[in-house]
């Protein structure tokens, strides 16, 4: 019997990754940080007691799977929508048949909308009175950040839970897992799986366990059987299967690869921050992690050298994360590029970690009378209004105390000679200000 005839019988005609979705939150992968014993999702599951809310979170975390663990644990109608191909008729129609089900047989109705970013306002007006009333709870999908990408009134009405991506450990576990379930996995085929196929799967798939699912199944799909009908899936075929080579590396490598990206970014060598760039996104880094090392050093080494650095970093960050793989890959090469190539400068984190160091232990919080707010100041302290220079009077800056007492004249920011820094020096001097 070969592996169609196989699943014939067992009638597996679903993907491995929809088969093999959690169906209690026992069964649950990751976001302990939300299905903990004592969270508080949890407890509204367990107690049918769950309000409209929203799961946020990249593809492949979990966030339909949880849907559907609170679908089989509620006695509720569940229903399923996706906002890419419906609309306003398709709301009306699941809250008048909740409506009825409420009247009738004093039942609640979960609507699931997937892809929920994709309503626009018109569609989630729609639903914003059965909401309100309680006609239906609504349960929102969505990989976009909802506060920017939903409507305010329909989020101000939900709890949002944010996923995070699964960790390489919890994919692993969820491979092997299904290599042996008879039930709904790939367990009632002779295969085995090497260790190495299932680290390179799980790494390459960067926190999405339906690709991760995708990719074993292919794999041992396509597997020609040795002459003893088993399936041995290698390193070799995991690599065809997810298509990517496995530049995978141990924990110490990795970090010995990110520390040699952000020293090179600091050191201006453009072409090293490029390479140890691209050896991490082919490893399986996530490039918005390096994005947000990029925006860092920007300012903790550019910094007031060249304020424009951050500008082009954090840009770059928000292509990358509008734009995804692999266009977005361009403006942060080229983010990487100007970060390298501008002039250095340490003095804004410098200033940080000074003025940090004071607010803790001078903690000077006697405030220079002419800087109070007057509005509810004493008696007293409002004949000092008087005494505050506004700066625009005076062409834009004029000289007054604004450190209290305690701290006067103490200078945290000290500009270099490198870069824009010089521009700010001669500004100083025009003022009269400590250089």
């Known amino acids: 019997m070969d592996l169609f005839d196989l699943a014939q019988k067992k ?181 085995t799986v090497t260790d190495e196929a299932i680290k390179h799967i799980a790494n390459a798939a960067a926190g999405d ?78 490039p918005l992690l390096l994005a947000r090392r990029v925006v860092v050093h920007s300012a903790e080494d550019v910094g007031m050298a060249d304020p424009n650095a951050l500008v082009v970093a954090t840009n770059a960050l928000l292509a990358y994360e509008r734009l995804g793989l692999p266009e977005g890959l361009i403006p942060l090469s080229e983010a990487v590029i100007y970060v390298c190539e501008a002039e250095k400068s340490n003095s804004v984190v410098t200033a940080m970690y000074s003025a940090e160091e004071d607010a803790v232990n001078v903690k000077d919080d006697v405030i220079p009378a002419h800087l109070k707010n007057y509005e509810f100041a004493s008696k007293e302290d409002k004949l000092n209004k008087a005494n505050y220079k506004y700066p625009h009077d005076y062409g834009g800056f004029v000289e007054q105390q604004y450190l209290p007492d305690g701290l006067k004249g103490k200078v945290y920011y000290k500009p270099k000679d490198n870069g824009y820094e010089k521009v700010v020096k001669e500004i100083r001097k025009r003022k009269g200000k400590i250089v």
Not at 64 to 87: C, H, R
Not at 225 to 253: C, H, R
């Open 11 to 191: 009638n597996v005609t679903a993907p491995l990754a929809e088969r093999m979705r959690a169906n209690t939150l026992s069964e649950f992968l990751g976001q302990d940080h939300i299905v903990s014993e004592t969270g508080l999702l949890r407890r509204a599951i367990k107690t049918d007691k769950l309000g409209s809310c929203i799961f946020w979170g990249p593809p492949g975390c979990g966030k339909t799977t949880l849907a559907n663990v609170i679908a089989k644990g509620t006695d509720g109608n569940f229903v399923k929508l996706n906002a890419v191909n419906s609309g306003v008729a398709d709301v009306k129609r699941v809250v008048e048949e909740a409506q009825t089900s409420a009247k009738l047989y004093g039942k609640k109705t979960y609507l699931l909308l997937d892809e929920c970013h994709r309503f626009n306002k018109t569609q989630s007006d729609s639903l914003l009175p059965a909401i309100e009333s309680g006609d239906i709870i609504f349960i929102g999908s969505t990989t976009e950040n909802p506060f920017a990408s939903m409507t305010p009134a329909i989020v101000s009405r939900c709890r949002v839970f944010e996923l995070k991506k699964l960790s390489q450990e919890n994919i692993e576990k969820a491979l092997r897992k299904a290599v042996v379930d008879k039930e709904k996995g790939l367990g009632n085929y002779d295969l």
């Open 209 to 286: 366990l339906r690709v991760a699912y995708n990719a074993l199944e292919l794999a041992a799909m396509t597997t020609t059987p040795d002459g003893n009908g088993k399936i041995k899936v290698t390193l070799k075929d995991a690599e065809e299967s997810i298509q990517q080579k496995a530049l995978s590396f141990d924990e110490n490598l990795y970090y010995d690869i990110l520390s040699a990206f952000c020293k090179s970014l600091r050191g201006s060598d453009a072409n090293a921050a490029l390479y140890y760039m691209q050896r991490l996104i082919k490893g399986g880094c996530d």
